[in-house]
């Protein structure tokens, strides 16, 4: 699994969508890199994070939501 590409098919499913749920990213994604594990992904998310690439927000019931950070 190549992660350059991981974080390339996030980017375009935020970019086409707005904001998602981080389930539904996560099956988006999965479906283009389908040797892909969720804790990968998850690792993946959080550098993308860090680096200042998206923002991931809690919501109720336990779900969180990814967008794009602006600018």
């Known amino acids: 699994m190549n ?3 991981v974080t390339s098919s996030v980017m375009d ?4 969508n707005g904001a998602l749920y981080v389930e539904d990213l996560y099956k988006s994604v999965h479906k283009m890199h389908s040797e892909m594990e969720k804790e990968s992904f998850e690792e993946i998310l ?3 994070e860090l680096q200042g690439l998206l923002m991931v927000y809690k ?3 336990g779900k ?3 967008e794009l950070t602006k600018g």
């Open 64 to 66: 969180r939501k990814a």
């Open 3 to 5: 992660k350059r590409l």
């Open 46 to 48: 959080m550098l993308m």
């Open 13 to 16: 499913a935020l970019g086409r």
């Open 59 to 61: 919501m109720p019931r």
